[in-house]
C-alpha cells in the first residue's frame, strides 16, 4: 500500500446529493456525523463544494431531471472520486422502479463503487458500507 | 545567504512552522470534537489531509475565470504567510535580526494571505466565490484598524520600540505586558483580531460552509486547496505566537521556560477554539459594528491608560 492511497483512506471529505428522496437517508447520513457515531474520528468530513469531495454520497430515486443533473454533478468532482449509492432507492430503484419519470438506479449513470442497502438503512449500515469502502480504495 | 534560505524554507520558516502548525490544528479540531462529546481524528490527520489534496487530487481550473491569477493566489498566501513567521519566529527563538520596524512589516505581511484568498476567489469566475470574496474585503476593513490600534498600544507601552526582539528583551526584563490593565484590554482585543484573521467561527462569513457553500475556496481543488490549508495551518501557528510574543513575554528557551513557552501557545489556541465552538456565526454588519465601534474603544482606552501610566 502506497503513501498517496493510505493518505487518500486516511481524509475522505463527503458531497451528499439528494435525488428525489423522502429525507430518511440525508436523515440517517446526518446522524453519522453526530456525537454518537462521529465519522470524523476515521477522517471524514463533509464539505459543502463538490470541488472538494473524495466521496459522492447519492440517495433518493433518480428521475429524469436529477439525472442531468448527477452528471454534471460528477463531471464536476476532481477524480479520484469514490460513488457511493445510498438506500434501497439509490441502489436499485427501490418503491420507484416501475415509476415513469424514473431514471434508472445510480450504477446505470455513473460508476458505483459501494452500494448500502436499506430503507433507510441505519448509521451502523452506513458505517459497514463506508470501512468496506475504505478497505476497498 | 545560505543561512537566509534556511531560515526561510526550514527552521522558523515553512517546514517548522507547518509541521507545529499541522499539530495545532489537530489540537483545534480534536477540542473541538472532545467540547462536542466526540471522538476526534487521530493526531495525523492534518497531514493526511495535505498530502491528499496534494499528490493524490486531480485541480480543476474554472471554464469562466482567470486560471493563472487563480493558481498563482494560494503561491502567494503561502509566501505571505511564511516570510511573517520568520519574521515573528526569529525574534520569539531568541535569534537578533537587527531590523529596526520589523513589527510594521509583519503587520503587512499578515494580510497577504487574506488578500490572496480575495484575488482567487474573485479569479474563480464563481459567484458565491464573488460573495465571500467582498464578505473577506469587509472582514478587513473591520478588523485591520483595530489590529493596528493593539499593535500601536504595544508600541507605546515598550518605549516606542519598532522592533519585535527589543520588546520581547523589554518584557523579560521587567515583566509581561499582560499584568497591567491595558495589557489585559489589549489583550482581549488581540484575541478577537486573531479569531477575525484566522476566519474562525463567530467571523467565518467569507467560507460560511452553510450559507455559500465554502465561499471563497468553493472553486479550488487538488493542489491548490492543500497550499490554502497549508496557509492556514501556518496562520493558527503565528498569530498565536506573535500575540504571547506581543503581550506574554514571547517564549523562554531554557530549563521550565520551554514548558511555559509551550502552555503559552497551546492556552491561547485553547481561549480561540473555547470562542469558536461557544458562538454561532455572525452577520458582517454585526462583525464591522464589533470591530469599528466596541473593540476600538476598548483599544484607545488602553492606548490612553497607558498614556496615563497603567
Redesign the interface.
Known amino acids: 500500500m502506497g ?6 483512506k ?2 475522505l471529505w463527503v458531497f451528499h446529493f439528494g435525488g428525489a428522496s423522502c429525507n430518511n437517508c440525508d436523515i440517517e447520513i446526518l446522524d453519522c456525523l453526530t ?1 454518537r457515531h ?1 465519522l ?2 476515521f ?1 471524514i468530513l463533509l ?3 463538490i ?2 469531495a ?1 466521496v459522492l454520497l447519492v440517495n433518493g430515486s433518480i428521475n429524469t431531471h436529477d439525472k442531468e443533473r448527477l452528471i454534471e454533478v460528477y463531471n ?1 468532482a ?3 472520486v469514490l460513488v457511493v449509492a445510498i438506500g434501497a432507492c439509490g441502489c436499485t430503484g427501490g418503491l420507484f422502479a416501475e415509476s415513469i419519470t424514473f431514471a434508472g438506479p445510480v450504477d446505470k449513470i455513473i460508476p458505483v463503487d459501494a452500494y448500502i442497502p436499506g430503507c433507510p438503512p441505519k448509521p451502523e449500515a452506513i458505517i459497514a458500507g463506508i470501512v468496506k469502502l475504505v478497505q476497498k480504495a | 545567504m545560505a543561512a537566509d534560505i534556511f531560515y526561510f524554507l526550514v527552521f522558523p520558516g515553512l517546514l517548522f512552522s507547518a509541521v507545529i502548525g499541522g499539530f495545532l490544528s489537530w489540537f483545534d479540531r480534536k477540542l473541538t470534537a472532545r467540547v462536542q462529546f466526540r471522538k476526534g481524528p487521530p493526531l495525523l490527520q492534518p497531514f493526511y489531509d495535505f498530502f491528499k489534496l496534494l499528490l493524490v487530487k486531480e485541480t480543476i481550473l474554472p471554464k469562466h475565470g482567470s486560471p493563472m491569477i487563480f493558481l498563482l493566489a494560494p503561491v502567494f498566501s503561502v509566501f505571505g504567510a511564511t516570510m511573517a513567521a520568520v519574521f515573528i519566529l526569529l525574534p520569539l527563538f531568541n535569534i537578533g535580526t537587527g531590523f529596526k520596524g520589523d513589527l510594521l512589516v509583519i503587520f503587512y505581511l499578515l494580510t497577504i494571505p487574506s488578500f490572496s484568498y480575495i484575488i482567487g476567489s474573485l479569479a474563480s469566475g464563481n459567484p458565491l466565490a464573488a460573495v465571500g470574496g467582498s464578505r473577506e474585503m469587509k472582514l478587513i476593513i473591520s478588523y485591520e484598524l483595530t489590529f493596528l490600534l493593539v499593535i500601536a498600544g504595544i508600541i507605546m507601552k515598550g518605549g516606542q520600540q519598532f522592533d519585535l526582539y527589543g520588546i520581547i528583551q523589554t518584557q523579560q526584563a521587567v515583566s509581561p505586558f499582560i499584568g497591567s490593565v491595558s495589557g489585559v484590554l489589549l489583550f482581549i482585543v488581540g484575541v478577537f483580531c486573531v479569531q477575525a484573521k484566522l476566519a474562525l467561527v463567530p467571523f467565518d462569513m467569507p467560507e460560511a460552509e452553510a450559507e455559500i457553500t465554502e465561499g471563497i475556496f468553493i472553486e479550488y481543488s487538488g493542489a491548490p486547496y492543500g497550499l490554502i490549508k497549508l496557509t492556514k495551518y501556518i496562520m493558527l501557528f503565528i498569530l498565536p505566537s506573535l500575540l504571547a510574543a506581543l503581550l506574554l513575554g514571547g517564549f523562554r528557551l531554557t530549563g521550565t521556560g520551554i514548558l511555559w513557552s509551550i502552555l503559552k501557545l497551546i492556552g491561547i489556541v485553547l481561549l480561540l477554539t473555547l470562542i469558536r465552538n461557544t458562538n454561532p456565526r455572525i452577520k458582517i454588519k454585526q462583525a464591522v459594528n464589533f470591530f469599528m465601534i466596541w473593540m476600538n474603544m476598548i483599544a484607545v482606552v488602553a492606548i490612553i491608560l497607558i498614556a496615563f501610566g497603567y
Open positions: 503513501f498517496k492511497s493510505y493518505c487518500f486516511k481524509s456525537p462521529d470524523e474520528r477522517g464539505v459543502g463544494s470541488r472538494h473524495d464536476q476532481p477524480k479520484p
